[in-house]
């Protein structure tokens, strides 16, 4: 049973920094893509950025070069350090999970395992 388990939300400043974490657990595939999304209210859900096995990374614009995606593979953890946090950045952030060598594109349809999420919260 794959379990995610995210962590390190909460509520900042706009300029601020907070970086979330996801625990991976009970997947025995040798390459695996890892990716986080977010999804604000009222809002589709949308990919932040991915990571495949070999350390190759996307970003979506809206977060290029202030959101940085990382994992240790040691430990099967994943992390998102996101700076200069800005009010719509306001989400659930979700992690999530597909097997494969390579990521696919970040839509929401292509991961199969997914957390239960962590919110982040950014004021004015």
């Known amino acids: 049973q794959v379990q995610l388990v995210e962590s390190g939300g909460g509520s900042v400043q706009a300029g601020g920094s907070l970086r979330l974490s996801c625990a991976a657990s009970g997947y025995t595939y040798s390459r695996v893509c890892m990716g986080w999304f977010r999804q604000a209210p009222g809002k589709e859900r949308e990919g932040v950025a991915s990571?495949?096995?070999?350390?190759?990374?996307k970003s979506a614009d809206s977060v290029e070069g202030r959101f940085t995606i990382s994992q240790d593979n040691a430990k099967n953890t994943l992390f998102l350090q996101m700076n200069n946090l800005k009010p719509e950045d306001t989400a659930m952030y979700y992690c999530?999970?597909?097997?494969?060598?390579?990521?696919?594109?970040?839509?929401?349809?292509?991961?199969?395992?997914w957390g239960q999420g962590t919110q982040v919260t950014v004021s004015a």
């Open positions: 999530a999970a597909v097997p494969g060598r390579y990521c696919p594109p970040l839509w929401p349809t292509n991961f199969r395992y």
């Open positions: 990571i495949d096995s070999a350390g190759r990374t």
